[in-house]
């Protein structure tokens, strides 16, 4: 017996840990509805399949160990893949491209441990747990991992309690299917016996696997392989490519390259042809700060109207009181970069007037180009003569808020710490007690100074699926069975009535301000949407497909819709506005207010006729027909609108990436 079996306490002890480790997970997926009964037996069996496996002997000669060795890392790349899609969607170039990168790290591991036994096990293990990491930040923002995430991990860590991680039966198998890997791969046995061989070894897998990382972002191995370089579908451009191949080529846009004829003087030669425009959309604007309003922006977490998919069936208005507003108010669908999550793009957006649309497609500004101190609208009314303060009541250091806010000219930020006594709700500083400490800097100035204040919320951040004993969902989807719920169905009816408290307390903050003598402009817009589980869930009740919405740009882009509502209490103009994008809103805002606008701002100001909306996925042209749509991929501008994004493109890289040689005076101080 013992010839077949290899009994140790140390062998025993990890065959028994991993096939109940493996059991429990198979569980735990069929409790959360992740598996069906067939498929949980199937899964028990793996389960004591792989305990027995661990101790059975299985003899294996060299030239079956060196078979077993160049099989492993091809199906560690398909295990891999099997995450989030199917790994035959690679073409055959495509998936020896990604091969030779799992071959490579089996090679550098064996090396290193001296023989194949230890290096194919240690081989899967981080493509198993870079894997499980992709699987569930695509389940909660929709996107996979980018190169510039590892940017984001603290602020990703201060928020992941609030999330449900679902295990469902494609995560349980997967990871069989490593712990398999595993397991076959410790029953070869090929030795690397001689120090300098070894030692060789090692040298030469390094020095390859970083020639591999290298070669995979240039245009040669794009073009000899055929990689997919649509960077504004990353789920695309994942499955295109591979996981390591997209991951790997993307590295290649931490840096951003100066576009085409750039110089400090082609900058400054635009900024002074649009001198005689920014003074005639100036002579008619306020130049007393006792005259000028209070400003108050609010950037509310997640907070979108998904009725822009349709009108479906709810118990209860859920946004009653906005959708109520007129008199004194500028309203309409607000065309942003990003869904699920990255808020810190939109609020950069908005606050520089730069778009994410010539930026690396997933980059996170805040934390990869904004370094010293830039202009933006806190700079600009800081200047005018403004009080200017941040407030996020959540941490500090989340997407580098910290020192971001005083780069961008922030007198004053106010971060979780400071909202002492706040109520919350589901963990979260809710609405009421954010829009509470406005009003209380309001009431702390002095009577002659203006204050800008410019508030990120928390409240709605997401989590939906997850329960909490402060918050009952009370908004209804009418047209669910009551007693069949999904939880993604629940979630949504949490979303929105989450969505319900922050228009009630947009309510309490307007009249409150209604009733002061000092003149207050509020704006008040979403980041972005929740996650694609939450508007799915409208979608299917309104008859929709939720897999083909990217083949058609004007479907996709309702995805990237949030609302903004401004409003005053004094006299403004009223307007509905079909179509605006972040970076031109701050413009708005000023306009409205009767604010000096900036050089740039300006500019932005006569670009928004002719391009009303630009994003980071597609943007919109203006005619005489209407507003028209256009993916960034289909290359579809003629050359008068493309002249016209290139000169765009050039002076955001002067402002953004070139802080050396910014032409100050143009973009605001």
Not at 39 to 45: D, G, I, N, R, T
Not at 230 to 252: K, M, S
Not at 342 to 371: C, D, H, I, R, W
Request: glycine content about 6%; charged content about 20%; some cysteine.
């Amino acid at each position: 017996m013992k010839k077949y079996l290899n009994i140790s306490k140390v062998r025993v002890a990890i065959a028994s840990a991993v096939a109940i480790a493996l059991s429990v997970l198979s569980i735990v997926a069929l409790q959360e509805g992740g598996m069906t009964a067939g498929k949980f037996a199937l899964a028990l069996f793996l389960s004591i399949l792989a305990g027995l496996l661990i101790i059975i002997r299985i003899p294996v000669n060299k030239i079956a160990g060196g078979i077993i060795f160049f099989i492993l890392p091809l199906l560690a790349l398909c295990c891999m893949e099997f995450y989030t899609h199917v790994p035959w969607d690679l073409t055959f170039p495509i998936l020896i491209l990604n091969y030779l990168f799992y071959l490579l790290l089996y090679l550098l591991f064996s090396s290193l441990f001296g023989n194949t036994r230890w290096g194919c096990v240690a081989g899967p293990v981080i493509p198993m747990i870079f894997g499980m990491a992709n699987y569930f930040v695509v389940s909660f923002r929709s996107s996979p991992i980018v190169p510039w995430d590892f940017y984001s991990l603290g602020t990703a860590v201060t928020i992941a309690d609030n999330y449900t991680f679902t295990v469902s039966d494609r995560l349980v198998f997967v990871l069989m299917g490593f712990i398999f890997l595993m397991i076959l791969g410790e029953k070869t046995s090929i030795r690397i016996r001689k120090v300098k061989v070894r030692a060789a070894s090692i040298v030469l897998s390094a020095v390859l696997l970083f020639g591999y990382v290298q070669g995979i972002q240039t245009k040669f191995t794009e073009n000899l392989f055929g990689l997919d370089n649509i960077l504004f579908t990353p789920n695309v451009l994942y499955r295109n490519n591979g996981f390591a191949g997209a991951f790997l080529a993307n590295l290649q846009y931490l840096n951003i390259e100066k576009p085409s004829g750039y110089s400090k003087e082609a900058v400054e030669e635009i900024a002074d042809s649009l001198e005689e425009k920014n003074k005639d959309d100036n002579k008619d604007a306020l130049t007393d700060i006792s005259d000028m309003p209070n400003i108050v922006v609010i950037m509310n977490e997640a907070f979108s109207d998904l009725s822009v998919y349709g009108d479906f069936n709810v118990s209860e208005d859920f946004m009653p009181y906005i959708h109520s507003l007129e008199e004194n108010t500028v309203k309409g669908n607000l065309y942003v970069s990003v869904k699920g999550g990255n808020t810190a793009n939109t609020e950069f957006e908005f606050l520089t007037g730069n778009t994410m649309a010539f930026l690396p497609s997933g980059s996170v500004a805040y934390q990869q180009y904004v370094k010293s101190q830039m202009p933006s609208l806190a700079s600009h009314l800081k200047s005018l003569g403004y009080q200017t303060a941040a407030l996020h009541p959540y941490y500090a250091t989340g997407w580098n808020r910290n020192t971001v806010y005083p780069d961008l000219g922030f007198d004053n930020s106010y971060f979780k710490s400071d909202f002492s006594g706040a109520s919350t709700l589901r963990g979260y500083v809710d609405d009421e007690s954010a829009f509470n400490k406005i009003i209380e800097l309001y009431e702390e100035k002095q009577q002659d100074d203006r204050l800008f204040a410019f508030e990120v919320t928390m409240q709605n951040h997401g989590g939906y699926s997850k329960e909490f004993d402060d918050f009952k969902e009370d908004v209804y989807l009418s047209d669910l069975d009551e007693s069949g719920k999904t939880l993604s169905q629940i979630s949504a009816e949490r979303y929105l009535s989450l969505i319900k408290r922050s228009d009630e307390a947009f309510q309490d903050l307007t009249e409150y301000f209604a009733g002061q003598d000092e003149h207050t402009v509020i704006l008040m817009f979403g980041d972005h949407q929740p996650s694609d589980y939450i508007s799915n869930v409208i979608l299917r009740l309104l008859g929709k497909d939720t897999e083909a919405r990217e083949d058609s740009v004007d479907e996709f882009s309702e995805g990237y819709i949030v609302p903004f509502v401004m409003w005053a209490n004094y006299d403004i103009e009223e307007e509905q506005v079909d179509a605006i994008s972040a970076n031109y809103l701050g413009g708005l805002l000023l306009e409205k207010a009767n604010l000096p606008l900036s050089g740039f701002q300006s500019y932005l100001g006569g670009l928004r006729e002719d391009f009303p909306v630009i994003t980071a996925n597609f943007w919109a042209d203006a005619s005489e027909e209407g507003i028209a749509f256009h993916n960034w991929k289909d290359g579809e501008a003629d050359e008068d609108e493309q002249s016209l994004l290139d000169q765009y493109r050039m002076l955001q890289y002067n402002d953004l990436n070139d802080p050396k040689n910014r032409v100050w005076e143009f973009f605001g101080s």
